[in-house]
């Protein structure tokens, strides 16, 4: 996080839960210098276009001063009519600055390769910037965080608008409740889906399950996310 100034129990709550909320970004926070933090999760969905298998995988280092590099790959199975299998990845530094004690805001580049998962329409390599704000609050005793992003993703002739926002409790020692929402349209495609989600920390480690759903009315897609997390 940034410049230390959240507390130590902020910043468990939000190295520990912000994982969760697939497909999230790095948020409005960085890293510390020299922490390195392994995000993963898989995803089971079923809808309009058959089933869906999607995995996640991603690395963040801080490198100090609010700056943070990361990478992550993305790969998809959709089971339907036809077979559609994609694999991609995203290349990407993030500055983030200190707004008070508690809030962040953050801005990222990043470059992209690989299959797109936005669709087969959107190929070849790209890039995306994206902006984001947040915040941690305390509710009863018990720490919190709200995080917003905006980002425009651009590949060829391909391009989306992508809206996020989520926020964390942890309602328990060591669990966390999350829930997201995010929309992503551009280039005649519109989708908008909501996410809440569970987790437990084990000291470096944590685990997740949460339930991901199309909330758009565009199409149906529904199902299971499983998710791990270390930081070292």
Not at 112 to 132: I, N, Q, S, T, V
Not at 219 to 229: I, L, M, R
Request: overall charge negative; charged content about 25%; glycine content about 16%.
């Amino acid at each position: 996080m940034v410049g230390g100034r959240l507390g130590g129990r902020s910043i468990l709550l939000l190295t520990g839960t912000a994982w969760l909320a697939q497909p999230a970004e790095a948020g409005a926070w960085a890293i510390g210098q020299g922490v390195q933090q392994w995000l993963a999760s898989v995803s089971h969905e079923t809808g309009d276009f058959g089933e869906a298998w999607r995995g996640d995988d991603s690395i963040e280092f801080g490198l100090g001063d609010g700056w943070t590099v990361n990478a992550k790959v993305e790969t998809e199975i959709r089971i339907g009519d036809l077979y559609d299998d994609r694999s991609g990845f995203r290349l990407g530094v993030l500055k983030a600055f200190a707004l008070t004690d508690r809030a962040s805001f953050a801005v990222q580049a990043s470059a992209l390769g690989g299959e797109a998962m936005d669709g087969p329409e959107c190929a070849g390599e790209g890039y995306e910037l994206r902006a984001a704000v947040g915040t941690s609050f305390s509710l009863f005793g018990r720490e919190g965080y709200v995080n917003t992003e905006a980002a425009h993703r651009s590949r060829g002739s391909c391009d989306r608008q992508v809206v996020e926002i989520a926020t964390g409790l942890e309602f328990a020692t060591d669990w966390n409740l999350t829930l997201k929402a995010w929309q992503e349209q551009g280039s005649g495609a519109r989708s908008a889906k909501a996410e809440a989600g569970i987790s437990r920390d084990f000291g470096m480690f944590g685990v997740g399950v949460g339930w991901r759903e199309e909330i758009s009315g565009e199409f149906e897609e529904k199902g299971w996310v499983v998710s791990a997390q270390a930081s070292f």
